[in-house]
C-alpha cells in the first residue's frame, strides 16, 4: 500500500484582483521529509502556505493534509498541521505557557497534553520563561514562543515560514536542532527561507516558485549537481596565458577565478600555467552551492 | 466542543485579567450616573407612582452597563487580535464559524451580565428595588447581553482599527442606548422624539428590563422581549454569514 502524503497539492489557483498568486502549483511532499519552498519575495510561497493552513482559500485547485482536504475537511487537516507565522505575532494577555495550553485546547487537547507542553518548551529552551508575559520577551524568544505556539497540538505536519528572519546566530542553531530532532523523530517539516545555506544544509527536497510557478522541483543534491560549473580561483605569478583566457569569468584583487566544466579541466589548466611558465602561488576549488543554482534558475525563467 | 470551551475561557480570562478596566470601572461610571442624576433629579421627578426616580434609574444603569460591556467585550478581544496579528493562531485551528461565534458571544454575555450585576448589587445598599417578575429580568438581561455580544463581534470583524470600533461605539452605540430612556420614560418626550424612540431597539430592552423590577412599562413586555429576541436571530444570522463568508478574517 502507498503511504499517503504528508501535503497534496494540485493544480493550486489563486488571484488577488489582477495578480495571479499562484498559477497551477503541483506539490507532494512525502511524510517524514524535510522541505524547503524558495523563491523571491513576491514568488507565493506565503499564498501557498496560508491556503494550505486555511488562512486564505484556493481561486481553484486542492490540497491535503495527510489525505484530509483543507477545505472539505477542514477539521481534521487542521488537526494534523502546525504552522509558523512570518510575522512575530502574540496575545498580550497571557504568559507562554497559559498561551500553549490555550493553543492545545482549541484542537480539542486537554491536561493530558500538558508533558508534551512541558516537552516543547524545554526543547526550544523556553522552560524557565514558561511564566512570562508575552510581551515581555524579546524577539529570539517570541519567535520561539511562536514555534512553541504552533506545536502545541503535536501536528505530525509543520511548516515554518521563514522562522529564522531576525535571529541571532546561536539560536538559529538551536532552532534548527530542535527542529532537526522533530524531524527524526518522524514530523515532516516544511520551510520557507532566505538563507539558501540552511535549506542546502537541512533540507532532502528542494522546490523553487517563481511568479505563482514551481520553477525547479528535486533532491537538494540534484539541484547541486545541476549545476556543473565549479570554479577554481587561482592566485598567479605572472598573466593568464592566453590559451585560459575563454575560461575567465572574472578577477578579484590578486586572484583570478576560472569557469570549470568539469574537475578533469583543473590538470589541463595548470599544465597551460606550467608550459607558460607562470607560478601557481594559491589555488582554490569552489562548489556551487543552492544560492548560485537559485539565482541560475530564477535567471533562466525571467 | 472543548475547542469551543477553550477559546470561551480564554475570552472570559480576557477580559478578568483586567477586571479593574473592564468590570470595576463600568461600575463606578454607573455609580457616578447615579449619585448625579439622582441628586439633581430625584426631588422633582417622580416617573412611575410610587417609584421614586431614584429607583427608576437603577434598573435603566444596570441595563445600560450591561448592554454595553456585552458590545465591549467580542469588539475589543477582536480588534485588538485583528491589529496584534494573534487572531492567526485562532484562525489556524479547527475551531468552525458557529463555535467561534458561540464563544465570542457566551462570553460578552458573561462580561455583561457580570457588570451589570455588580451595578445592582452595590446600588441595593441604599436603593430599594422591587423584584415583581424575576423571569422578565433575567430574560431580557440575557437577551440584552447576547444582541449586543452578537453586534460587538459584527463590529469587531468589520472594523480595521481601533478609532473605527471607537467611532461605531461613540456615534451608535452610546446614542442608542443613552437615547432609549435609561434617565426618562419616553411618554415625557415630545411626540415626535417619542415616535422615533419606538425604533430604537435598546428602548425595548430597558423597557422591559425596567418592567420585571416594578411591574409597570411604556410597552408590554411580551412586546418587548419579542422584539429584542427578532433582533437577536437578525443579528446572529447577519453574523454568522459574515463569519462563514470569512470576510476580513479568511482570504
Redesign the interface.
Known amino acids: 500500500m502507498m503511504t499517503i502524503p504528508a501535503i497534496k497539492i494540485e493544480q493550486v489557483h489563486k488571484s ?1 484582483g489582477k495578480l495571479n498568486a499562484l498559477r497551477g502549483v503541483d506539490l507532494q511532499i512525502e511524510q517524514g521529509e524535510f522541505f524547503a519552498l524558495l523563491g523571491p519575495n513576491g514568488a507565493g510561497k506565503s499564498t501557498l502556505i ?1 491556503i494550505l ?5 484556493p481561486g481553484s485547485g486542492h490540497l491535503s493534509v495527510l489525505g484530509h482536504d483543507v477545505v472539505a475537511d ?3 487537516a ?2 494534523l ?1 502546525g ?1 509558523v ?1 512570518q ?1 512575530l ?6 504568559n507562554v505557557r ?1 498561551m500553549l495550553r ?2 492545545a ?6 491536561p493530558e497534553n500538558d508533558p508534551w507542553i512541558d516537552e516543547v518548551l524545554e526543547g526550544l529552551g523556553l522552560t524557565d520563561k514558561a511564566y512570562s508575559n508575552m510581551r515581555a520577551l524579546s524577539g529570539g524568544m517570541k519567535r520561539r514562543a511562536l514555534i512553541a ?1 504552533a506545536l502545541a497540538h503535536k501536528p505530525p505536519v509543520l511548516v515554518l515560514d521563514e522562522p529564522t528572519a531576525g535571529v541571532d546566530v546561536e539560536v538559529r542553531q538551536m532552532l534548527w536542532a530542535f527542529i532537526n530532532r522533530l524531524n527524526k523523530a518522524g514530523t515532516t517539516i516544511i520551510l520557507t527561507t532566505h538563507y539558501m545555506e540552511e535549506a542546502q544544509t537541512l533540507c532532502s527536497r528542494v522546490a523553487m516558485l517563481k511568479q505563482g510557478e514551481i520553477v525547479a522541483l528535486d533532491s537538494t543534491r540534484n539541484l547541486l549537481n545541476r549545476l556543473q560549473t565549479k570554479q577554481l580561483r587561482l592566485k598567479l605569478k605572472g598573466p593568464l596565458p592566453q590559451s585560459l583566457l575563454p575560461l575567465k569569468r572574472g578577477e578579484s584583487g590578486d586572484y583570478v577565478t576560472l569557469n570549470l566544466a568539469a574537475t578533469t579541466e583543473v590538470e589541463y589548466i595548470l599544465a597551460e600555467l606550467r608550459a607558460a611558465n607562470v607560478v601557481v602561488e594559491d589555488l582554490q576549488l569552489i562548489e556551487a552551492d543552492l544560492e548560485d543554482v537559485f539565482l541560475d534558475i530564477m535567471g533562466n525563467h525571467r | ?3 469551543m ?3 470561551f ?2 475570552e472570559i ?2 477580559f478578568w ?2 477586571s479593574f478596566q473592564t468590570v470595576a470601572a463600568p461600575v463606578m461610571t454607573a455609580l457616578l450616573y447615579l449619585l448625579i442624576f439622582s441628586h439633581a433629579l430625584a426631588t422633582r421627578l417622580e416617573v412611575y407612582p410610587g417609584v421614586s426616580y431614584t429607583a427608576f434609574l437603577v434598573p435603566g444603569l444596570v441595563m445600560m452597563s450591561l448592554l454595553q460591556n456585552s458590545f465591549a467585550n467580542s469588539s475589543s478581544s477582536l480588534i485588538q ?1 485583528k491589529v ?3 487572531i ?9 464559524y458557529l463555535e467561534f461565534f458561540l464563544a465570542f458571544l457566551a462570553a460578552s454575555m458573561v462580561r455583561g451580565i457580570a457588570v451589570g450585576l455588580s451595578v445592582y448589587l452595590v446600588t441595593m445598599f441604599w436603593v430599594h428595588l422591587p423584584l415583581v417578575h424575576p423571569w422578565y429580568i433575567l430574560g431580557f438581561a440575557l437577551m440584552g447581553s447576547a444582541m449586543m455580544g452578537a453586534m460587538g463581534i459584527v463590529a469587531g470583524i468589520c472594523t480595521e482599527k481601533f478609532d473605527q470600533l471607537a467611532a461605531f461605539q461613540n456615534f451608535i452605540i452610546m446614542p442608542l442606548t443613552f437615547l432609549s430612556g435609561v434617565f426618562y420614560s419616553i411618554h415625557s418626550l415630545p411626540p415626535l422624539w417619542h415616535q422615533i424612540s419606538r425604533f430604537n431597539p435598546f428602548f425595548y430592552i430597558i423597557d422591559g428590563f425596567r418592567y420585571g423590577f416594578f411591574g409597570q412599562g411604556d410597552v408590554s413586555p411580551a412586546l418587548s422581549l419579542s422584539i429584542v429576541a427578532l433582533s437577536f436571530v437578525l443579528i446572529s444570522v447577519a453574523t454568522l454569514q459574515l463569519l462563514k463568508s ?1 470576510y476580513k478574517l ?2
Open positions: 488577488f496560508n493552513a486555511g488562512l486564505m482559500r477542514y477539521r481534521k487542521r488537526r498541521l504552522v507565522p510575522e505575532v502574540f496575545d498580550p494577555f497571557f497559559e490555550f493553543q485546547g482549541y484542537f480539542g487537547r486537554g505556539q | 466542543m472543548r475547542g470551551y477553550t477559546l475561557k480564554k480570562w480576557r485579567k483586567v487580535s496584534m496579528g494573534n492567526v493562531f485562532l484562525l489556524l485551528t479547527p475551531i468552525s470569512g479568511r482570504g
